[in-house]
Every structure is written in structure tokens, then in C-alpha cells.
């Protein structure tokens, strides 16, 4: 892994953006599986999230559901995106107040997101010692995590490049 922990990353990261229908078929084994139910709102909006490539903001998926169906509101979005992000499917980005897919959609786990505030790409980090290590000083401090997401901001190596 190079200094700045991109090399292995950008792996993962193209990997996974290219892969938007093997994604969904994951997310919708992973549904079965727990007994969930990936309504057709549910799986259109985890596809528009996953096709897009970066994060994308609840409203401009909202635009997207309209175009194809003309009368989406608001509320059945917020809850579709809350479903998805309850069951682990995809990730607030708080900071940017956007959303993106998950990884590894079978598995919870706390993940840290690279986030470049020029072109607004967002890289997962896939290391699980960034995670456990957040997650042992928390329980050292006597503090019961239940969810994090860890976002860095800073500038990804394409955009350095340009």
C-alpha cells in the first residue's frame, strides 16, 4: 500500500462501480436470506445509487424515479433509502449529505470513505484494522458503538493529477 492508502483502494473502487447489476443481485441474495423484503421501489433506488458511481443526494434520485415514473414522492424515497441503509445495502455520507452502495451488502461492518471535494468521488476503504481499531478505543472508553461512518475529505489522485 502506497503512503497515502490509495493503491489497493482504487481496486475495490472501480471494481465495485462497474459491477452495479452483480451488486444488486447480492443485495437481493442477502435479502432472502435475512427475509427482507427488496420491494420494486427498494431495488430501483438501490440500482440508481449503485449505477451512479459516486454519491448521489436523495432529491436527485427522486428526479431520476420521476423521469421514469413521473409521480415518486419525497416520503416513499426516504423510506426506500432508509431500508437500504437499515440492512447494511448502502452509506450516508453525512458530510456530504449524499448516499452510496456498500461493499460487501452481506455483512455489517463500520466502514471509513475517502471523499474528494473536488470531483465528489468516494472511495470505501476496505481494511477492517481502520474499523476494529476505532472500535477498541471506543470500548476502552467504556462506549458502545452501534453505527459509524468515518469520512475523510481531502483531494483523490485523479483530481491531484489534473
Same mark, same amino acid.
Not at 433506488?45 to 415518486?72: F, I, M
Not at 452510496?100 to 473536488?118: G, R, Y
Given at each position: 500500500?502506497?503512503?497515502?492508502? +490509495? ?7 472501480? @471494481? @465495485?462501480? @462497474? ?19 427488496? +420491494?420494486?421501489? *427498494? *431495488? &430501483? ?24 415514473? /413521473?409521480?415518486?414522492?419525497?416520503? +416513499? ?25 456498500? @461493499? ?19 472511495? &470505501? ?6 474499523? &476494529? ?8 472508553? /467504556? ?11 481531502? +483531494? ?7
Amino acid at each position: 500500500m502506497s503512503h497515502d492508502g +490509495t493503491d489497493n483502494q482504487h481496486a475495490h473502487h472501480s @471494481h @465495485h462501480h @462497474h459491477d452495479a447489476k452483480g451488486f444488486v443481485r447480492a443485495v437481493e441474495h442477502a435479502s432472502k436470506e435475512r427475509g427482507l423484503r427488496l +420491494t420494486p421501489l *427498494r *431495488r &430501483e433506488v438501490l440500482q440508481l445509487v449503485a449505477a451512479a458511481g459516486k454519491p448521489v443526494k436523495a432529491y436527485d434520485l427522486l428526479d431520476q424515479l420521476r423521469e421514469q415514473h /413521473g409521480n415518486a414522492a419525497p416520503p +416513499t424515497v426516504y423510506r426506500a433509502l432508509d431500508f437500504l441503509l437499515e440492512n447494511g445495502f448502502i452509506h450516508k455520507l453525512e458530510s456530504i449529505n449524499a448516499f452510496v452502495s456498500c @461493499h460487501h451488502p452481506a455483512e455489517a461492518h463500520q466502514v471509513p470513505f475517502l471523499i474528494c471535494d473536488t470531483c465528489a468521488s468516494a472511495q &470505501e476503504v476496505c481494511d477492517e484494522r481502520v474499523a &476494529e481499531l476505532i472500535e477498541a478505543q471506543a470500548r476502552a472508553l /467504556g462506549f458502545r458503538p452501534q453505527a459509524q461512518t468515518l469520512e475523510v475529505h481531502g +483531494t483523490c489522485r485523479n483530481c491531484r493529477k489534473g
